[in-house]
């Protein structure tokens, strides 16, 4: 009769222990996929450039040693042959202190009325 008890109580408590598991492992996983992943960041991509605007970068367009350049983030990313000296006064002054811009299609508006 007492083997029999013990048993029992090794079962049910091997059960509640099962189920306490579960029940933490599967609120760990709600949690975690509450947090954005790899997967979940949205690229930029050459096809989508005109409608997607860029939070995950800063792109400015600056005067760098009488060029017109693009920074990304602070950092050279694009150099053109434009010279600023051939721009009008007003577009030499915003370029000194440089111009941000949301998105690579305003980028690029930007440096086809610049000239490019």
């Not at 010279?83 to 811009?101: C, F, H, N, W, Y």
């Amino acid at each position: 009769m007492q083997k029999d008890m013990r048993y029992r109580l090794l079962c049910i408590g091997t059960l509640l222990v099962t189920a306490i598991l579960l029940l933490l492992f599967g609120f760990m996983a709600k949690q975690n996929s509450s947090q954005p992943t790899g997967a979940q960041i949205v690229v930029r991509t050459q096809a989508n450039h005109e409608t997607y605007y860029d939070t995950l970068h800063t792109l400015t367009v600056i005067e760098q040693n009488g060029k017109v350049c693009v920074l990304k983030d602070g950092n050279p990313w694009i150099q053109t042959e434009i010279s600023v000296q051939a721009l009008p006064e007003k577009d030499r002054t915003m370029l000194e202190k440089g111009i941000t811009v949301q998105s690579e299609k305003e980028m690029h508006q930007l440096l086809e009325d610049l000239g490019v």
